[in-house]
């Protein structure tokens, strides 16, 4: 796929995020993230999902405004329709997935991140959730996500406030599970997974769905219904100066 590899090995296949601009979140990812995730759940074969990033400090940035930008509100309303597709169907695969995240996990990237059973973090590596700092709402898929995710006493801090964490501090509002340094980081995070997928395949999946189901529902019961919300924080004239001026800052950075 254009923006990503599977990459089989044995039981377990490693979902690995790899397009240009650090993985920035744009609709030929989101197609192959949707593409994968149906592939992955047809194949009995592979047991355990290690979700993780070809960029060797940085696993997702979030959304990628330089092509986002540019569309008009139908458009983007189509956009994130097909996100919160791909979203359902990662979060509700039936079979373990577990996080590798080596770098900056922001926004979208942390949404992604969610979508796991397990986040496990390399140490130094930001991880948040920022929409509300740049002036958008998160959208409705996302906000049930966080909350099915995350304990209650973080998501104001989380969610409301917008804050980046890094190591124990991550794992403290729940957004990781565990740090782990750098030196085989990749390595320990597949034998993490790899004890996942020692259990009984069957009951493992049937447990996840249980588990996800209500989350899921309440997902898609209100997505589409809800979508102008978050239409109007991205196209209002604060959000998309903000926006440019993020832009304006990575052009001058790769230049």
Known sequence: ?????????????????????????????????????????????????????????????????????????????????????????????????????????????????????????????PIGLNEVKVGVPLPWSVAVLVRASLPASALAQVALLGNNFQDEGAVAVGLAHAVLEADGFEQACLQRLAEYAERDVRALGTTKAYLRAAALREMKSREASAIDGFLDGWFSDSTRERMRQTVAALSKRSS
């Open 1 to 125: 796929m254009p923006t990503l590899r599977l990459e089989r090995s044995g039981p377990l296949t490693v979902l690995r995020l790899d397009k240009a601009r650090g993985n920035a979140i744009d609709p030929a990812l989101i197609e192959d993230l949707q593409s994968a995730a149906a592939e992955l759940a047809q194949d009995d074969g592979v047991r355990g999902v290690l979700l993780a990033s070809a960029h060797p400090k940085l696993f997702c940035p979030g959304l990628d405004l330089v092509g986002l930008l540019e569309l008009d509100r139908p458009a983007m309303a189509n956009f994130m329709g097909h996100f919160a597709q791909a979203m359902w169907a990662l979060y509700g695969l039936r079979k373990p997935v577990v996080a590798a995240v080596n770098g900056a996990a922001v926004a979208g990237g942390c949404i992604l991140a969610l979508t796991a059973d397990e986040r496990l973090l390399r140490r130094g590596s």
